[in-house]
């Protein structure tokens, strides 16, 4: 067998740990091309010329391309196996990240920052797909923890980055680096990654059947409540991201330096729930584990809000506000894998189709929160502390209806 067609994957034999570190370096790409180029605002509105405030234009054609993206992948991935379309989303996702390095045009380069997303969307979608082929309840709790674990690395890592690349050059090295970055994983999947979609469980579906079974998989009870939970604490990070940049260096006055150690604090918490969570997941319920850290997440941000609009947390305590948001960006690490597995839970036949609606209902709903931030009137962590705290009471009420879902059944070891 050639060393570019990896053997085939069999059922239950499980994923090496080289395996596992591929498949979150390459979930990692949707987050690295999110955050690395954050500290590059104010240079990036400066040399396109879009005005104060365009970068954040930038980040929406980003999301937005994710969200549609992500519409098609699953239905691509579900047809055609996991392995080919992940890797042509990376191809696509390489070119118009080269693009967006060559442009000098403002409008250019939010057409090549949406094309990027779309291409970029299969890193998000068919990795979650691959972990419900391979395994499901707390085998897929742990798994989905462990991909965490690694792509969370890059996270921490990309603003720092991104602010030692400016030290040495120009913004445009940052997608170069997206550039090389794809290229690297497109070759680590072909030497490497084996198809976890067996031929024989492919489906191929019209453009009318393909609509119609996003509308049952949205109509289905348990995967709809879990999959709100998953998308409103993607809403709470978004609204983190996207007012990161002023809340630390406007407001807190953070260098490029702090800012990209805070956020990689901030990241480090999130981490460390997740692997909590992977370590607890086989003895305490996932449900259990969920809501514990929801409540958590309510209290934090209920007093992050009260603080936030009191003047107490903002500029004069920055340390306050660092807590109080990596309070509640840690629970998250616990919510977002167990709900998303448990959305999962009644569609291993079609993971793919499930895992983009699920991808688009995240980048789709996710995405407004950055509008929430710049529409919120006021200065200082007021918005930013609001606009999480939107999330949160979001994530509260999508576990009402997770409690009215009818009850997933056993558990897998």
Known sequence: MSRFSPAPFTPGSGFTPWLIILLGLVTAIGPVATDM?????????????????????????????????????????DRFGR?????????????????????????????????????????????????????????????????????????????????????FGSWRWIFWIGTVYALAAILGLLCFMPDTLQPERRIALSPGRILARYFMISKEPVFIANALIATFSTFVMFAYLGSAPVLFEQVLHFT??????????????????????????????????LESALLWALLAGALFTVLALAGIAGEHHALLTCVLIASITGSLGFIGPNATVMSFYHHGQHA????????????????????????????????????????????????????RAPEIGAEED
């Open 37 to 77: 180029y954050l500290p590059a605002f104010p240079e990036l509105e400066r040399d396109l010329g879009g005005g104060k405030g365009s970068a954040q234009f930038t980040l929406a054609a980003w999301f937005l391309g994710l969200a549609l993206g992500q519409f098609s992948q699953g239905p691509l991935s």
């Open 83 to 167: 392995r080919v379309p992940l890797m042509l989303g990376l191809l696509v996702f390489g070119v118009a990240s080269a693009g967006c390095a060559v442009v000098q045009d403002f409008h250019l380069f939010c057409l090549c920052r949406f094309i990027a997303a779309v291409g970029g969307s299969a890193s998000a979608v068919i990795p979650r797909a691959i972990v419900r082929d391979v395994a499901t309840g707390k085998k897929g709790a742990k798994l989905m923890s462990q991909l965490t674990l690694v792509f969370g690395v890059m996270p921490v890592l990309a603003p720092s980055l991104g602010s030692l690349v400016l030290q």
């Open 256 to 289: 490029p330096g702090q800012f990209g150690v805070f956020f990689g604090v901030n990241a480090a918490a999130f981490i460390l729930g997740t692997q909590i969570n992977g370590r607890l997941v086989h003895r305490v319920a996932m449900p259990v584990l």
């Open 352 to 403: 793919g189709s499930a895992s983009a609606l699920l991808g688009t209902m995240q980048f789709g709903i996710g995405s407004l929160s950055s509008v929430l931030v710049g529409i919120l009137p006021g200065g200082g962590a007021g918005p930013t502390a609001i606009a999480m705290m939107v999330g949160i009471l979001g994530m509260a009420g999508a576990d009402l209806m997770r409690r």
